[in-house]
Protein backbone atom coordinates (compact mmCIF):
# COMPACT_ATOMS: atom_id res chain seq x y z
CA UNK A 1 0.00 0.00 0.00
CA UNK A 2 1.57 3.31 -1.21
CA UNK A 3 0.83 6.57 0.68
CA UNK A 4 0.70 9.96 -0.82
CA UNK A 5 3.40 12.82 0.67
CA UNK A 6 1.37 15.45 2.24
CA UNK A 7 1.79 18.54 -0.18
CA UNK A 8 4.25 20.60 0.05
CA UNK A 9 3.17 24.01 1.88
CA UNK A 10 4.13 27.12 -0.12
CA UNK A 11 5.67 29.44 1.85
CA UNK A 12 5.07 33.31 1.94
CA UNK A 13 6.84 35.41 -0.14
CA UNK A 14 9.13 38.31 2.05
CA UNK A 15 7.41 41.89 2.37
CA UNK A 16 8.98 43.83 -0.28
CA UNK A 17 10.54 47.05 1.87
CA UNK A 18 11.94 48.72 -1.28
CA UNK A 19 10.00 49.70 -4.44
CA UNK A 20 11.20 48.72 -7.78
CA UNK A 21 13.98 51.45 -8.27
CA UNK A 22 15.16 50.61 -4.80
CA UNK A 23 13.39 53.40 -2.72
CA UNK A 24 12.33 52.47 1.02
CA UNK A 25 8.72 52.25 0.64
CA UNK A 26 7.61 54.31 3.14
CA UNK A 27 8.86 57.86 1.91
CA UNK A 28 6.93 58.07 -0.90
CA UNK A 29 3.20 58.22 0.99
CA UNK A 30 5.15 59.61 4.14
CA UNK A 31 6.21 62.66 2.05
CA UNK A 32 3.02 63.15 0.14
CA UNK A 33 0.93 63.07 3.00
CA UNK A 34 2.74 65.47 5.20
CA UNK A 35 3.35 67.41 1.88
CA UNK A 36 -0.78 68.06 1.92
CA UNK A 37 -0.61 68.81 5.60
CA UNK A 38 2.15 71.56 5.48
CA UNK A 39 0.53 73.17 2.47
CA UNK A 40 -3.04 73.14 4.02
CA UNK A 41 -1.28 74.34 7.36
CA UNK A 42 0.46 77.36 6.01
CA UNK A 43 -2.08 78.35 3.76
CA UNK A 44 -4.39 78.24 7.58
CA UNK A 45 -1.43 80.06 9.50
CA UNK A 46 -1.15 82.95 6.88
CA UNK A 47 -4.52 83.56 7.18
CA UNK A 48 -4.55 83.71 10.42
CA UNK A 49 -1.14 86.21 10.24
CA UNK A 50 -3.08 88.42 8.33
CA UNK A 51 -6.51 88.88 10.42
CA UNK A 52 -3.96 88.94 13.54
CA UNK A 53 -2.40 92.06 11.29
CA UNK A 54 -6.01 93.59 10.53
CA UNK A 55 -6.51 93.79 14.33
CA UNK A 56 -3.90 95.19 15.28
CA UNK A 57 -4.90 97.91 12.93
CA UNK A 58 -7.94 98.72 14.58
CA UNK A 59 -7.82 101.98 16.78
CA UNK A 60 -10.77 100.24 19.08
CA UNK A 61 -9.31 97.33 19.83
CA UNK A 62 -6.19 99.22 21.03
CA UNK A 63 -7.94 101.46 23.22
CA UNK A 64 -10.10 98.48 24.82
CA UNK A 65 -6.68 96.54 25.70
CA UNK A 66 -5.05 99.43 27.18
CA UNK A 67 -8.01 100.39 29.36
CA UNK A 68 -9.52 96.91 30.69
CA UNK A 69 -7.79 95.33 33.20
CA UNK A 70 -6.05 92.13 31.58
CA UNK A 71 -4.32 90.50 34.85
CA UNK A 72 -6.25 87.14 34.67
CA UNK A 73 -5.26 86.67 31.10
CA UNK A 74 -2.23 84.24 31.15
CA UNK A 75 1.07 85.45 30.08
CA UNK A 76 1.30 83.06 27.55
CA UNK A 77 -1.93 84.42 25.65
CA UNK A 78 -0.94 88.29 26.48
CA UNK A 79 2.72 87.01 24.36
CA UNK A 80 0.72 85.54 21.67
CA UNK A 81 -1.47 88.75 21.76
CA UNK A 82 1.50 91.47 21.70
CA UNK A 83 3.27 89.49 18.70
CA UNK A 84 0.36 87.43 16.61
CA UNK A 85 1.41 88.42 13.55
CA UNK A 86 5.08 87.22 13.91
CA UNK A 87 4.24 84.06 15.47
CA UNK A 88 1.63 83.45 12.66
CA UNK A 89 4.28 84.70 10.64
CA UNK A 90 6.96 82.08 11.48
CA UNK A 91 4.63 78.70 11.82
CA UNK A 92 3.71 79.78 8.22
CA UNK A 93 7.70 79.40 7.32
CA UNK A 94 8.23 76.69 9.29
CA UNK A 95 5.21 74.48 7.19
CA UNK A 96 6.56 76.37 4.03
CA UNK A 97 9.82 74.86 5.12
CA UNK A 98 7.90 71.40 5.80
CA UNK A 99 6.21 71.28 2.13
CA UNK A 100 9.56 72.38 0.70
CA UNK A 101 11.56 69.31 2.76
CA UNK A 102 8.63 66.67 1.72
CA UNK A 103 9.21 68.06 -1.84
CA UNK A 104 12.72 67.53 -1.98
CA UNK A 105 12.85 63.84 -0.32
CA UNK A 106 10.20 62.79 -3.27
CA UNK A 107 12.78 64.21 -5.37
CA UNK A 108 15.81 62.13 -3.23
CA UNK A 109 17.40 65.10 -2.27
CA UNK A 110 19.98 65.08 0.47
CA UNK A 111 19.32 68.49 1.75
CA UNK A 112 15.58 68.06 2.07
CA UNK A 113 16.29 64.89 4.49
CA UNK A 114 18.32 67.19 6.50
CA UNK A 115 15.83 69.90 6.97
CA UNK A 116 13.02 67.05 7.60
CA UNK A 117 15.29 65.55 10.15
CA UNK A 118 15.49 68.99 12.06
CA UNK A 119 11.71 70.11 11.43
CA UNK A 120 10.82 66.80 12.95
CA UNK A 121 12.58 67.53 16.31
CA UNK A 122 11.32 71.23 16.25
CA UNK A 123 7.82 70.10 16.08
CA UNK A 124 8.34 67.51 18.92
CA UNK A 125 10.05 70.52 21.05
CA UNK A 126 7.10 72.78 20.17
CA UNK A 127 4.19 70.20 20.59
CA UNK A 128 5.72 69.77 24.48
CA UNK A 129 5.53 73.60 24.72
CA UNK A 130 1.96 73.68 23.76
CA UNK A 131 1.95 71.30 26.54
CA UNK A 132 3.03 74.42 29.08
CA UNK A 133 0.96 76.70 27.46
CA UNK A 134 -2.39 74.55 27.71
CA UNK A 135 -1.47 74.10 31.93
CA UNK A 136 -0.79 77.74 32.20
CA UNK A 137 -3.69 78.85 30.90
CA UNK A 138 -5.49 76.93 33.55
CA UNK A 139 -2.84 77.66 36.48
CA UNK A 140 -4.03 81.62 35.51
CA UNK A 141 -7.46 80.82 35.42
CA UNK A 142 -7.77 78.96 39.44
CA UNK A 143 -5.80 81.89 40.44
CA UNK A 144 -7.93 85.18 39.15
CA UNK A 145 -11.29 83.53 38.61
CA UNK A 146 -12.60 81.68 42.08
CA UNK A 147 -11.89 85.64 43.55
CA UNK A 148 -14.46 87.17 41.21
CA UNK A 149 -16.88 84.96 42.51
CA UNK A 150 -19.03 84.72 45.87
CA UNK A 151 -17.20 82.95 48.61
CA UNK A 152 -19.75 80.08 48.78
CA UNK A 153 -18.86 79.40 44.96
CA UNK A 154 -15.11 79.63 45.34
CA UNK A 155 -14.25 75.80 46.67
CA UNK A 156 -16.37 74.48 43.91
CA UNK A 157 -15.08 76.86 40.69
CA UNK A 158 -11.57 75.85 42.35
CA UNK A 159 -12.50 72.17 42.15
CA UNK A 160 -13.39 72.04 38.45
CA UNK A 161 -10.98 74.44 36.96
CA UNK A 162 -8.65 71.77 38.82
CA UNK A 163 -10.07 68.85 36.92
CA UNK A 164 -10.39 70.51 34.16
CA UNK A 165 -6.50 71.47 34.02
CA UNK A 166 -5.57 67.88 35.05
CA UNK A 167 -7.90 66.63 31.71
CA UNK A 168 -6.92 69.19 29.30
CA UNK A 169 -3.18 68.66 30.40
CA UNK A 170 -2.90 65.11 30.23
CA UNK A 171 -4.90 65.18 26.72
CA UNK A 172 -2.16 67.62 25.54
CA UNK A 173 0.87 66.23 27.47
CA UNK A 174 -0.38 62.60 25.80
CA UNK A 175 -0.58 63.98 22.26
CA UNK A 176 2.97 65.52 22.79
CA UNK A 177 4.27 61.97 23.95
CA UNK A 178 2.72 60.08 20.77
CA UNK A 179 3.69 62.38 18.85
CA UNK A 180 7.44 62.34 19.93
CA UNK A 181 7.45 58.73 20.10
CA UNK A 182 6.77 58.77 16.34
CA UNK A 183 8.66 61.05 15.84
CA UNK A 184 11.62 59.56 17.47
CA UNK A 185 10.58 56.20 15.44
CA UNK A 186 10.85 58.26 11.86
CA UNK A 187 14.32 59.39 12.91
CA UNK A 188 15.63 56.31 13.77
CA UNK A 189 13.64 54.76 10.25
CA UNK A 190 15.60 57.52 8.11
CA UNK A 191 19.00 56.99 9.97
CA UNK A 192 18.82 53.09 8.58
CA UNK A 193 21.77 52.51 6.09
CA UNK A 194 18.80 51.60 2.88
CA UNK A 195 17.69 55.40 3.53
CA UNK A 196 21.23 56.98 3.10
CA UNK A 197 22.23 55.14 0.43
CA UNK A 198 19.18 55.87 -0.92
CA UNK A 199 19.62 59.77 -1.08
CA UNK A 200 23.44 59.15 -1.27
CA UNK A 201 23.27 58.03 -4.76
Known amino acids: MSTVPPPLQTQAAPRATH ?17 VVCIVSAISWAGC ?6 LHQWEWL ?3 TASSDLSWVPPSLRWFGRHAVAFNLAMTAICVAGAVSCWGLLRRLNWALQLFI ?28 PAAVD ?3 QGELRSELLIQRILYTGIALATALSFAVLHG ?17
Open 118 to 145: VLLVLTAVLNFFAVWVVDDIFRQLALHL
Open 151 to 153: DVD
Open 49 to 54: AVLALV
Open 62 to 64: QEL
Open 19 to 35: TPDGAPKFISPLAKSIL
Open 185 to 201: WLLVRLGKPDVKAWFGR
